[in-house]
């Protein structure tokens, strides 16, 4: 079978196809050619297999809700058939149309399939409301992967988050269908506004107060049980997520607490301004902001991408700072953007390079410094 | 004294230490030279097929300095000259005598050393053919006999999987240790940097004069000279030389200048699963690995490497010892494929890396083979690679220079100060197989050739 889709075969174009399942099954067989001449165990397929364990509490706490906020009064089981068949096809549609766009990009551009895909396509149906129209899905899947990740070289390459990108040109191009109080439940009838869209909606007012009044408690907003995205709710289930990231060290543990930082100190900064004003989101608390909309998510899943991340620690560290600060900023200052961490993220993957050649730098005088202190 | 700790980096747990116990490696019939051991050298040669040399007589000299000399590891009559492509020469066979004669030099007790002059021990390190026993970085080539160095580095804490162990080392023999490091201060005239193990407790090392003491600890690479240096006398650009010598060479330099003549045994170590008998191994410059392990069983399907398993030689039976190696590995060559390894929970597979259930018990019962384990990915920067480095080096942005030949950026990330051999656990732990320690290796060929 193998020489069909070798060198002068005649499927050599297929050639990734084959490798990518090929290496599904079984590990490759090769041996070590030069020094070292022993590996780790560790490959890009574990590496990327983890991240989609980590995914799993906020996915399976995605599906339980997105049936209970269908229907609450309906028992669990129904919940999660309910939520099943909601999230599956979103997912399905996900990974069949980016991985066809994935797979084309190999085939054109001869290189293997990577599978940073495998995160990409499920990270975005989880940013998305339960009952988004499947073609929609396609459609940003699509322009994730190919403007999002190969037209700057493909995977290792990419300056932004792919599923970001996916997420950002379904909310610019079909606002309709991403924002507002009816999108967020499968059930048309039900309307259900956001905390966010809540906190956010009267003027002049305390948000704290206004989102509890709506019948959002903190407990309940920690635990997910709340409108909004596939698997954006449960901080809870994200937490879960972020332990294995961080024991397993795939994501960079000081991108989160820098986000956590950034979005405490700026949350603070804002509570300090919020009696002079009329805008009612300054007077959330940071446990607020870590509990309500895509925070949790973004920040464990999104923001720690190692591609579009800073790649330094220190980088990092400044990164999240940033990214965490911008998100409260975003929130609170525009409106329009109520679920800020998108887009602070987007600009987060932005400034990465920048921070990063200010820390080469950093690293540069350092070393200058030891060679004149010896 | 105070004492560098470095927490970056990794001691391979890896099956098949050697037992310390020393044993004789036979005369063998043959002796080999291999010109590519001696990076730096492009050899011209002095013998033709059918000459006899004496221990210690020229067999090639440098093209661009014929002082520089290469002498034969033992007597006897050449036998082949193999030449590869375009007339480089890869092997100079040696037919040894059945008794055989060395070349003599001048003879000195320990204190006449301590008066010699500069000019003088150079000449008897060149003539005698000991001479590339000195290296020097940046590059990694024979010591350049026209230029001095600003130090010279002694590491005698070596962290590599099987490495022989300096305390047993000396307890055989340490004659020449004192002479060896009086020569080296001599001739340089710069401070000569001898480098123990926070733990070490070695009299002969402590009570050592003429060197500045210095204590490391930590994994592996923690006991490469070249983290030393980095530590202690960063190499600043291209012209900075600093010359580094393995603590055995530094024992045979002291014993050609107390016994006048060529000094070619050396101890290796026996180490890997793969073998029968591991253990020490007296043996000499130029053995035949299969001479070495004359009563030693390899497994089928092994790989026998000159040197240790990070950094070494993949040979065959027939290879000669390389010339600055001290260790032989054999460890079993990958077989067939793993069933979908990325979702196994992994109890028997080798991780530095959290990511395998094998970490729970420190990866005990985990075997290492030669296998690559994954499939040649473009490079996710994880912070894999930067935790086994202990050296104030950002290797993702380097790695990038390197790649794109950006020789500026290169220097000023501090390419001099690196050396593959540092960063083989960067290879060894990479999530996308890169062979970083290559590409390192390539950017340095490249700034040297080009800067």
């Not at chain 1, 989609?52 to 229907?71: C, E, H, K, R, S």
């Not at chain 1, 899943?301 to 991340?309: C, G, H, I």
């Not at chain 2, 240790?177 to 193990?197: A, D, E, N, S």
Request: charged content about 20%.
């Amino acid at each position: 079978m193998e020489p069909h889709f070798g060198e002068g075969g005649k499927w050599s174009r297929l050639a990734p196809l084959y490798e990518m399942v090929d290496t599904l099954f079984y590990v490759p067989g090769t041996v070590t050619s030069t020094a070292p001449h022993i590996r780790d165990t560790i490959d890009m397929k574990r590496s990327m297999f983890t991240v989609i364990v980590a995914l799993m509490p906020a996915l399976l706490f995605g599906i339980y809700n997105t049936g209970y906020q269908a229907d609450p009064g309906a028992g669990i089981m129904q919940n999660v058939r309910t939520g099943f068949f909601a999230v599956l096809p979103l997912i399905l549609v996900s990974y069949i149309a980016g991985g066809l766009c994935e797979l084309l990009f190999a085939i054109i551009r001869r290189h293997d399939i990577n599978e940073g895909f495998l995160v990409t396509g499920l990270l975005l149906p989880m940013t998305l409301p339960p009952d988004i129209p499947l073609w929609m899905v396609a459609a940003g899947i699509s322009f994730g992967v190919v403007i999002g990740k190969e037209v700057t070289g493909g995977t290792g390459y990419n300056v932004f988050n792919p599923a970001l990108v996916a997420r950002a040109f379904i909310f610019f191009a079909y606002p309709g269908e991403m924002s507002g109080d009816s999108v967020w439940s499968l059930a048309d009838e039900l309307t259900a506004a956001t905390p966010l869209a809540v906190a956010s909606s009267v003027q002049g007012t305390n948000a704290a107060t206004l989102v509890s009044s709506a019948g959002y408690s903190i407990k309940e907003m920690f635990v997910g049980l709340i409108p909004g995205s596939v698997g954006g709710t449960s901080t809870m289930a994200i937490l879960a997520g972020a332990v294995i990231l961080i024991a397993t060290r795939i994501a960079n543990w000081r991108i989160m607490a820098g986000s956590l930082a950034g979005m405490v100190a700026a949350a603070f900064l804002a509570n300090t301004l919020a009696p002079a004003s009329q805008n009612t989101m300054l007077s959330l608390s940071p446990l607020h902001h870590l509990v309500m909309g895509g925070f949790a998510f973004g920040v464990v899943f999104m923001a720690t991408d190692p591609v579009s991340a800073s790649q330094t620690d220190k980088g990092r560290w400044i990164y999240g700072i940033l990214i965490g600060a911008l998100c409260v900023m975003i929130r609170v200052l525009n409106q329009a953007f109520v679920e800020g961490i998108m887009l602070a993220i987007l600009l987060g993957n932005t400034f990465a390079p920048m921070i990063d050649y200010f820390v080469l730098r950093q690293n540069i005088a350092k070393r200058q410094k030891a060679y004149a202190r010896q | 004294m105070d004492v560098t700790r470095l927490k970056k980096g990794h001691d391979l747990a890896i099956a098949g230490k050697p037992e310390k116990r020393l044993t004789y490696a036979g005369r063998p019939a043959w002796l080999k030279i291999r010109p590519s051991d001696f990076h730096g050298i492009k050899p011209r040669l002095l013998v033709k097929e059918g000459d006899h040399v004496k221990a210690g007589a020229p067999v090639f000299c440098s093209k661009n300095n014929p002082d520089l000399l290469v002498t034969a590891p033992g007597s006897g009559r050449v036998a082949t000259i193999v030449q590869g492509e375009r007339r480089s020469i890869n092997e100079i066979i040696i037919d040894l005598d059945r008794s055989e004669s060395f070349e003599t030099f001048e003879t000195f007790s320990e204190e006449a050393v301590a008066s010699l002059s500069s000019g003088r021990i150079k000449e008897q390190l060149l003539r005698s053919g000991l001479w590339p026993v000195i290296r020097q970085r940046p590059f990694s080539s024979v010591a350049d006999p026209d230029r001095l160095p600003k130090a010279v580095f002694i590491s005698t804490m070596p962290t590599a999987p099987f490495a022989p162990d300096t305390d047993y080392l000396l307890e055989q023999d340490a004659s020449g240790l004192q002479t060896g490091l009086i020569v080296l201060k001599r001739l340089t005239g710069k401070p000569v940097h001898l480098v123990t193990g926070e733990t070490s407790s070695n009299t002969i090392l402590a009570s050592a004069k003429h060197v500045v003491h210095h204590r490391f600890s930590g994994p592996h690479p923690a006991g490469n000279v070249g983290i030393h240096i980095h530590h202690i006398a960063p190499i600043r650009n291209r012209d900075d030389i600093v010359w580094y010598i393995a603590l055995q060479d530094v024992l045979r330099i002291g014993r050609l200048f107390l016994k006048g003549k060529l000094p070619v045994e050396k101890i290796v170590t026996i180490g890997g699963e793969s073998i029968e008998k591991r253990h020490y191994v007296k043996t000499r410059q130029g053995m035949m690995l299969k001479d070495i392990l004359w009563d030693n069983r390899l497994e089928d399907n092994s790989r026998l490497v000159s040197g240790d398993v990070l950094t070494g030689l993949k040979s065959l039976p027939e290879d000669p010892l390389g010339y600055y190696h001290e260790i032989i590995s054999v460890i079993p060559e990958k077989t067939g494929r793993d069933l979908i390894g990325w979702l196994m929970p992994g109890l028997k597979k080798y991780s530095v890396t959290n990511l395998f259930l094998s970490r729970l018990r420190n990866n005990q019962g985990a075997r290492l083979d030669t296998g690559m384990n994954g499939s040649p990915r473009v490079m996710v920067p994880f912070g894999n690679i930067e935790s086994v480095l202990p050296m104030n080096i950002l290797p993702t942005f380097l790695i990038k220079m390197i790649l794109a030949r950006d020789i500026d950026e290169m220097e000023k990330l501090g390419i001099y100060e690196c050396d593959p051999e540092d960063f083989a656990l960067c290879s060894f732990v990479d999530a996308s197989k890169t062979e970083i320690a290559e590409i390192i290796r390539e950017g340095l060929e490249y700034v040297e050739k080009n800067g």
